[in-house]
């Protein structure tokens, strides 16, 4: 059978893992409309390159929908930027009627905003539910993602996991922060090479990206900051806890959890 080049993915999320098994290591997820390109492949099993952030590793090949090369091309260049915002919509396949459900933060390919309709490849949809237009990065933007964190408050943590049913804390700020424009990378400790330094916590702003490290000095942990000494972060679930120079302070701990070492402004 030839290997499939291109796909995208048209499940609300599947995993990708770090081996050929499915009981290996999920390192992240592709979500509804993530582009992909196949660069290598074993038995059922496709590796995969994220369009979206570069980020590579295996998933099962009957999870995805193939390509051509000029399907995925088309869909490389649509510049629409257009995402789900509820916590569960609804999806219909017009070819058989059947209906997908996907979480907040999937993009709709050639979304049309007067019919409600997108088309991945050859297939044609109708969204039934909220959608947005992915706004021009700008520092107003800021309120928005803090209020769309605050909602995901409670919501399980899930190594690898960028959904708003479960979530790692790098895939909480790569998931709020697209829809708002920005494409940050996958893992906390590429995250921290983006954007602005802020030199003090006293100067950061609601949104800031604040980074922590472990003893060893590496960046493990990132969250967002809601601009009044607190921060919203995915540790054990999404939760809101109080910050200064030091780190993150757990009050229910009565100690702290985590090391601030970087501030970072991406807009």
């Not at 409670?154 to 790098?170: H, I, Q, R, V």
């Not at 602005?196 to 990132?222: C, P, S, Y």
Request: charged share 25%; glycine share 8%.
């Amino acid at each position: 059978m030839e290997m499939m080049q291109y796909g995208i993915c048209g499940l609300s999320h599947l995993p990708v893992r770090a081996t050929v098994s499915d009981a290996s290591e999920m390192l992240t997820e592709l979500l509804f409309g993530d582009l992909v390109r196949v660069i290598d492949s074993y038995k059922q099993w496709c590796k995969v390159e994220n369009q979206q952030d570069g980020y590579e590793g295996w998933v099962d090949s009957k999870q995805l929908m193939p390509l051509s090369k000029e399907e995925f091309d088309e869909a490389l260049a649509d510049t629409s930027h257009f995402f789900t915002t509820d916590f569960l919509t609804s999806l219909e396949r017009k070819q058989d009627a059947s209906f997908f459900r996907v979480g907040m933060g999937c993009r709709l390919p050639f979304y049309q905003e007067d019919t409600h309709c997108f088309r991945m490849g050859m297939q044609e949809f109708v969204c039934h539910g909220a959608v947005m237009k992915s706004p021009a990065p700008h520092a107003r933007c800021m309120e928005a993602i803090l209020e769309r964190a605050v909602s995901l408050v409670n919501t399980p943590y899930l190594w690898g996991g960028k959904t708003n049913f479960a979530l790692d804390c790098s895939g909480l700020t790569q998931l709020l922060y697209r829809m708002y424009g920005v494409d940050l990378p996958r893992d906390a400790f590429q995250q921290a090479l983006e954007g602005q330094d802020i030199a003090l916590l006293e100067e950061a702003r609601t949104g800031d990206l604040l980074f922590f490290d472990n003893a060893d000095g590496k960046i493990v942990h990132v969250g967002i900051y809601t601009g009044d000494s607190r921060i919203v972060h995915a540790s054990g679930c999404v939760r809101i806890d109080a910050v200064d120079h030091q780190g993150i302070f757990r009050h229910d701990w009565g100690n702290y959890s985590h090391h601030l070492r970087l501030i970072k402004r991406v807009f």
